[in-house]
Each structure stands twice: as structure tokens, then as C-alpha cells.
């Protein structure tokens, strides 16, 4: 996890330069958890009442809830401080955390100062955008809620056919996934798949993910299938090693390639 890591002593000595909304002790508290709730939440028409009624059952949730409200507003998201106790025995524990719009701060001299660089530097994106939420976890329901909301930004907002392309937003999701998988099955390699999830969407810009993400994709369930199957072949040694009568075949599949020329 990226982001700085601050002492829970001195949370309530940090300065968020944050403006929180007037919130009617009766206000309805939204819980969410998981993204699959995401579908009952209209992002575009939030407001700050609504962002500071919510609750979240995982720090994880937090960050994807502020990610798709960037999304659907036209920013990107990045994590940023956090509060950990320090308590013995509890040594390291998040109980805070803030995520920032990626326009936050300024980028750090030294990275444009180098003498040693070899290529040009990245364009610069900060402009010391002050947008961002501070989630805080409550001890006795152990779910995570908003402490501070600041959603004034400095800067214009992503137009909307390239907001799926952006870093925090891009992501294959598991009903992409499966079509995938479907499509490979049936023969077709993966830059015809994107192809065509680009006209099933209206365009390349509006698909959600890049080629490379479906690579990645594609990679991680076949490292996730070798850990599998390890896993599987320890647990039968473990066995063995308790039945005498426990045996089994491990089969390997060869593949023969006639390397006679032809021509």
C-alpha cells in the first residue's frame, strides 16, 4: 500500500484544509459492502450530505467507493496518508486513511532535477488539487467511516470517453473475464477479443481496460492455476505421509514437435 504512514498520535494534529458538510443527526447511513452495491448508488448526483453518510464494511471498499465517484466525475484517485496505531500489540494497525485526487500536491524537484536522466521527463499533472476523503475506522462496529469530504477541485475533469482508460479506473472485470476465457476458447486471439469488446462498447476509448490489461489478465489466472495445482500436489504428499495406502499418478503432458524440414 502506497502513501505515508503517520503515528496514530498525531492525527488530531494534521490539517486536512478540509470542509465538512452540515450533516442532520437523522440523515439515513448508506452501508456499503462491496462493489456489487455500487449499482444502487447514483455517483453523478452525490452530494457531500450523502459521501458523509456512508459506511464501509473494509478499508478496501472505501477506496473503491471514492474510486468509481472519481470515475463517474471525471478524476483519478490515489491513496495517501495513513494512521497507524502504535499501541503495543497492535503495532501497525491502519485505523485511518486518506485518498487524494491523483492532481494532489507537487511533483518533487528532484525527479526534474536529475542530472543522470536519460529520457524526458513526464508531463507534469500535479496542480496541488485539494480534493479528497479521510476514512476512519470505528473500533466497536469495525466498519470505516467518512471523518472529513473536500471535493473542490483546481483543474478541469476527464472527459468522459477517457475516463476508463485512466490508471486508477482501468480494470478487466470478472464478467469481462469470463467472456474472455469464452472467446479464447473458441480460437480467437486477444487483440480480435479486443476488438471486439471496442464494438460491443462503441469505441477503444470506451471499452474500460487496454489490450495489455487483458495480457495481464490472461497471466494472473495461469500463475493463480500453477499455485493450484502446488498447493494440490502438497496436500496429497501431506496425505501420504499419513496413509501408507494414499498413491498417486502425476501425469505430464509432452509435446512432440517433428522437427524434419519441410519444405
Known amino acids: 500500500m502506497s502513501g505515508e504512514t503517520v503515528p496514530v498520535e498525531e492525527a488530531e494534529a494534521m490539517d486536512s484544509s ?31 450530505k450523502d459521501v458523509l453518510t456512508t ?6 471498499e472505501a477506496y473503491d467507493y471514492y474510486n468509481e465517484y472519481g470515475r ?15 499501541k ?13 485526487c491523483s492532481r494532489e500536491g507537487e511533483r518533487y524537484g528532484k525527479h526534474m532535477q ?29 466498519r470505516w467511516f467518512v471523518e472529513q469530504f473536500f471535493d473542490n477541485h483546481n483543474h478541469p475533469m476527464l472527459d468522459a470517453r477517457f475516463r476508463g482508460l485512466s490508471r486508477s479506473h482501468r480494470a478487466v472485470k470478472e464478467g469481462d473475464l469470463h467472456q474472455i476465457n469464452s472467446m479464447r476458447k473458441s480460437g480467437m486471439r486477444v487483440p480480435t477479443i479486443f476488438g471486439a469488446f471496442a464494438n460491443q462498447s462503441g469505441g477503444f476509448e470506451t471499452v474500460g481496460f487496454e489490450i495489455k490489461d487483458i495480457y495481464n489478465a ?41 522437427t524434419s524440414a519441410i519444405w
Open 72 to 86: 463517474i466525475k471525471g478524476f483519478l484517485v490515489r491513496r495517501s496518508k495513513v494512521g497507524c496505531r502504535t
Open 218 to 258: 490472461i497471466e494472473k489466472q495461469r500463475r493463480a492455476g500453477a499455485i493450484d495445482a502446488e498447493a494440490a500436489l502438497k496436500f496429497l504428499g501431506t496425505l501420504r505421509t499419513t496413509d501408507s495406502g494414499m498413491s498417486w499418478v502425476l501425469m505430464q503432458r509432452t509435446v512432440v514437435t517433428n
Open 88 to 100: 503495543q500489540g497492535a503495532e501497525g494497525e491502519i485505523i485511518w486513511q486518506i485518498f487524494v
Open 114 to 142: 536529475r542530472e543522470d536522466r536519460k529520457m524526458d521527463p513526464r508531463p507534469i499533472t500535479r496542480c496541488g488539487c485539494e480534493a479528497r476523503i479521510k476514512v476512519h475506522v470505528d473500533d466497536a462496529s469495525r
Open 55 to 60: 459506511k464501509f464494511t473494509s478499508l478496501q
Open 18 to 48: 478540509v470542509v465538512d458538510a452540515d450533516i442532520d443527526g437523522e440523515a439515513a447511513v448508506r452501508i456499503v459492502d462491496g462493489i456489487g452495491s455500487f449499482g444502487a448508488i447514483e455517483f453523478s448526483s452525490l452530494i457531500a
